[in-house]
């Protein structure tokens, strides 16, 4: 029987009366057709890893936003707090309440930009830092201090390159003075975020950290420096000088790379896998077609399995005819057009296969693995697409 300690990531959607999520046996619970596992022995690996980059004066942000890239907020900054982090970044007001709802009482940075009052109000009520980024969302978020009578730490966005969020890098001292004047907010840190730190030519990201220099230079001359970062995952793993104060890692954390030529800087291990189970087996005859359209058309007698995920879930539609599964630690191929709650697999190569069984479809079995990667290569996507897709409705089980 697998660990369940952190069954309670997700609620039960089942009406098994007598089964709560704190009981779930996971073996043979009618509830488990399909699961996310969260190994969180390899999310503590992956801490240390990029920890043993750093500096002790830089510290390590965990951005879990998006629920912690589907690998559930709750658990993950749990745990990688108790590995060495010391920040939380999120995107959303929401996502930052939901940790302090938690119990979490770290700093908590919202990267995503927020204008209106009653977000305001509610970032200093639960005492989230926001990232400032327009002299006019300064403006509104000092008045809408001014009337709570309440000072915020905020963080200051430069645009270097990215062409997202930010003042632009030349007016980093007028905006930055702007801000300090302003009396409700104190300024906490300035930061920029790299466009291209994942290419092998890192002609652009030495641009731009030459800009962000440039306007962190600027600034000396006033006496306002606080901290400082631009790092991201790809930014930390390959160029030290970009560290600063503080990185901010996302997909490292979870144990993928950026970009293949960082593989080798540290070793990284994947902290999600995704399983289903077999649902029924049946045999089809030559000239059979499988699934909605017809896009699969047995050309010999073939053993199938249905299994319990489909699209809903967050295995992509376009991946039909295109995956490949494990089962039994063997590969098996996909077959047919995904649909919403299923998808079938050619199991002809498996002897005997019984309902109930486990099907991996991202994780490892033996020395056989597939990866988010795998997937994204294959629709000509990111992993982190892949990893955010998983919905709410697959429960998270913490294993290790």
Same mark, same amino acid.
């Given at each position: 029987m697998?660990?369940?300690?952190?069954?309670?990531?997700?609620?039960?959607?089942?009406?098994?009366?007598?089964?709560?999520?704190?009981?779930?046996?996971?073996?043979?619970?009618?509830?488990?057709?399909?699961?996310?596992?969260?190994?969180?022995?390899?999310?503590?690996?992956?801490?240390?890893?990029?920890k043993?980059?750093?500096?002790?004066?830089?510290?390590?942000?965990?951005? /879990?936003?998006?629920?912690?890239?589907?690998?559930?907020?709750?658990?993950?900054?749990?745990?990688?707090?108790?590995?060495?982090?010391s920040?939380?970044?999120?995107?959303?007001?929401?996502?930052?309440?939901?940790?302090?709802?938690?119990?979490?009482?770290?700093?908590?940075?919202?990267?995503?930009?927020?204008?209106?009052?009653?977000?305001?109000?509610?970032?200093?009520?639960w005492?989230?830092?926001?990232?400032?980024?327009?002299?006019?969302?300064?403006?509104?978020?000092?008045?809408?201090?001014?009337?709570?009578?309440?000072?915020?730490?905020?963080?200051?966005?430069?645009?270097?390159g990215?062409?997202?969020?930010?003042?632009?890098?030349?007016?980093?001292?007028?905006?930055?003075?702007?801000?300090q004047?302003?009396?409700?907010?104190?300024?906490?840190?300035?930061?920029?975020?790299?466009?291209?730190?994942?290419?092998?030519?890192p002609?652009?990201?030495?641009?731009?950290?030459?800009?962000?220099?440039?306007?962190?230079a600027?600034?000396?001359?006033?006496?306002?420096?606080?901290?400082?970062?631009?790092?991201?995952?790809?930014?930390?793993?390959?160029?030290?000088?970009?560290?600063?104060d503080m990185?901010?890692?996302?997909?490292?954390?979870?144990?993928?790379?950026?970009?293949?030529?960082?593989?080798?800087?540290?070793?990284?291990?994947?902290?999600?896998?995704?399983?289903?189970?077999?649902?029924?087996?049946?045999?089809?005859?030559?000239?059979?077609?499988?699934?909605?359209?017809?896009?699969? /058309?047995?050309?010999?007698?073939?053993?199938?399995?249905?299994?319990?995920?489909?699209?809903?879930?967050?295995?992509?539609?376009?991946?039909?005819?295109?995956?490949? /599964?494990?089962?039994?630690?063997?590969?098996?191929?996909?077959?047919?057009?995904?649909?919403?709650?299923?998808?079938?697999?050619?199991?002809?190569?498996?002897?005997?296969?019984?309902?109930?069984?486990?099907?991996?479809?991202?994780?490892?079995?033996?020395?056989?693995?597939?990866?988010?990667?795998?997937?994204?290569?294959?629709?000509?996507?990111?992993?982190?697409?892949?990893?955010?897709?998983?919905?709410?409705?697959?429960?998270?089980?913490?294993v290790?």
């Open positions: 697998l660990d369940t300690s952190a069954s309670s990531m997700t609620e039960s959607n089942c009406s098994y009366p007598h089964i709560t999520s704190m009981q779930w046996e996971f073996d043979g619970d009618p509830c488990q057709r399909a699961w996310v596992e969260i190994d969180l022995k390899a999310l503590v690996h992956n801490v240390e890893q990029i043993s980059l750093l500096s002790p004066q830089t510290a390590l942000m965990a951005v /879990v936003k998006a629920d912690a890239y589907g690998h559930g907020a709750r658990i993950v900054s749990e745990k990688v707090l108790e590995a060495g982090a920040w939380l970044g999120v995107a959303t007001v929401p996502e930052g309440i939901e940790l302090r709802q938690a119990g979490i009482d770290v700093p908590i940075l919202v990267l995503g930009a927020v204008n209106s009052p009653e977000e305001i109000q509610a970032i200093a009520h005492k989230l830092q926001p990232t400032i980024c327009s002299p006019q969302q300064a403006k509104t978020f000092s008045e809408t201090l001014g009337n709570l009578d309440q000072k915020l730490p905020v963080h200051v966005k430069l645009d270097t990215m062409s997202r969020l930010g003042t632009f890098w030349q007016d980093a001292t007028e905006f930055i003075e702007l801000v004047k302003l009396s409700n907010l104190e300024i906490a840190s300035i930061y920029s975020h790299l466009a291209t730190a994942d290419d092998v030519d002609t652009f990201m030495k641009q731009q950290h030459e800009r962000f220099q440039s306007a962190i600027s600034l000396k001359a006033t006496g306002i420096i606080p901290r400082l970062h631009l790092a991201n995952s790809a930014g930390t793993l390959s160029d030290q000088t970009l560290h600063y990185v901010r890692v996302g997909l490292a954390l979870y144990g993928l790379y950026p970009a293949d030529h960082l593989q080798q800087v540290i070793n990284l291990k994947p902290v999600l896998s995704v399983k289903a189970r077999v649902t029924q087996v049946k045999t089809i005859s030559p000239g059979t077609g499988v699934s909605y359209g017809y896009k699969f /058309v047995a050309s010999k007698e073939t053993q199938i399995a249905v299994v319990g995920i489909g699209y809903a879930d967050g295995v992509p539609r376009s991946l039909s005819n295109k995956m490949k /599964v494990l089962i039994r630690g063997k590969i098996v191929s996909q077959i047919g057009t995904i649909t919403m709650d299923q998808l079938m697999l050619d199991v002809s190569s498996i002897p005997d296969l019984q309902v109930g069984e486990i099907v991996t479809l991202l994780g490892k079995e033996g020395n056989i693995k597939i990866q988010a990667d795998d997937w994204a290569s294959a629709l000509g996507t990111i992993s982190w697409e892949i990893l955010c897709g998983f919905k709410h409705r697959l429960p998270r089980v913490a290790g």
